[in-house]
């Protein structure tokens, strides 16, 4: 059963945007945290942006200013928008769901930025 589906990633030149969206499951409740991950080849994951119900928001130091984490409840999207994007924002970005007793992860979807 697919509980988050994720789209909008790409290839896309430096300074370039791009907007990740991801689309939860009904059956995803009692939502606590919605995050955007990514991992590098070679590298550990690392957590990018969070929003919690609260509505605080966290960053990644390298993606503040450039980077917002959005959330619409009626269309069960969280999204990451993503602006004057760098090389080194390349990698698989995946969406997390963190709910009371469940955690939920996405596919992930692929993000290149490059000349």
């Known amino acids: 059963q697919v509980q988050l589906v994720e789209s909008g990633g790409g290839l896309v030149q430096p300074g370039g945007s791009l907007r990740l969206s991801c689309v939860y499951g009904r059956s995803v409740s009692d939502i606590e945290t919605m995050s955007w991950f990514r991992q590098a080849p070679g590298n550990k994951r690392e957590l990018v942006a969070s929003f919690t119900r609260d509505g605080s928001q966290n960053y990644l130091d390298s993606v503040k200013g450039r980077f917002a984490i959005s959330r619409d409840t009626a269309k069960r999207t969280v999204s990451l928008q993503m602006n004057s994007l760098k090389p080194e924002d390349t990698g698989t970005y995946y969406c997390?769901?963190?709910?009371?007793?469940?955690?939920?992860w996405g596919q992930g979807t692929q993000v290149i930025v490059s000349s």
């Open positions: 997390n769901i963190e709910g009371w007793y469940n955690s939920y």
